[in-house]
């Protein structure tokens, strides 16, 4: 068991580039969820996948992001027109089934920088 | 919507102590799941502890161990015979059981510091 992982684990760009970040899940984990934390705060959740579907997405996420999972494993974000508010860690987190007795296996964290 | 609070936001033990974490939360749920989740510096978010809202026994992990109580609302976190690797960023979260995607609602983190 390798643990979540996500690529890459910093970035920096220019205001209004776009970005895309990867997560690759615990394997057979059918839940995939990603989480944004600001400076101080806690994570706060984006979105979420069971296996290829997305069921679930946070007002945070705005028509500048988008999340996929193609095929029910690893899955990306992409932000369109960086903002510098999008500056944040971007966390993947999954889990193994849909009972609410699973954990939360939580990845490393994008850390995005916008200048 | 559901909300937790952690209102410390900071904390020092000596090495070998006994440290309470505080967290209340708000919801109108009668089923959830509480947690405790430990950040390191530059590491990833792993979970200390959790605790079903029906069970009324408290949840215990080695040295680590919770308060529930579901009447006030109360989640707290005591860490007993505290080592220096505790040094982290503890998170209060909160997952409600029906109806939802089961993500997790974080309170805003307490920096606990371990000292020689």
Excluded at chain 1, 64 to 82: D, H, M
Excluded at chain 2, 69 to 79: N, V
Aim: hydrophobic share 30%; net charge positive; charged share 20%.
């Amino acid at each position: 068991d390798t643990g979540v992982s996500q690529d890459p684990r910093h970035k920096i760009t220019k205001r209004g580039q776009n970005v895309t970040f990867r997560c690759d899940p615990i394997s057979e984990h059918n839940r995939l969820y990603w989480y944004r934390q600001t400076l101080g705060q806690g994570p706060e959740f984006l979105t979420y996948f069971q296996n290829e579907a997305q069921l679930e997405k946070s007002r945070l996420l705005s028509d500048r992001f988008s999340a996929e999972r193609p095929k029910g494993s690893f899955s990306t974000l992409e932000i369109q027109r960086t903002e510098q508010g999008d500056s944040a860690m971007y966390l993947c987190a999954s889990s193994p089934t849909g009972s609410l007795t699973d954990t939360q296996y939580f990845g490393p964290g994008t850390r995005l920088t916008v200048l | 919507a559901q909300t937790v609070t952690q209102s410390q936001p900071e904390m020092s033990v000596q090495e070998a102590e006994t440290v309470t974490l505080s967290c209340t939360y708000d919801t109108s749920e009668n089923n959830y799941y509480l947690f405790w989740y430990k950040q390191p510096p530059s590491r990833q978010m792993i979970l200390v502890i959790r605790q079903e809202a029906y069970k009324q026994q408290n949840a215990t992990e080695n040295r680590f161990s919770v308060n529930f109580q579901k009447a006030a609302k109360s989640f707290s976190l005591k860490i007993s015979d505290s080592q220096l690797g505790d040094t982290a960023m503890y998170f209060c979260a909160f997952m409600k059981t029906q109806g939802g995607s089961e993500k997790l609602v974080f309170g805003k983190g307490m920096k606990l510091t371990v000292n020689p």
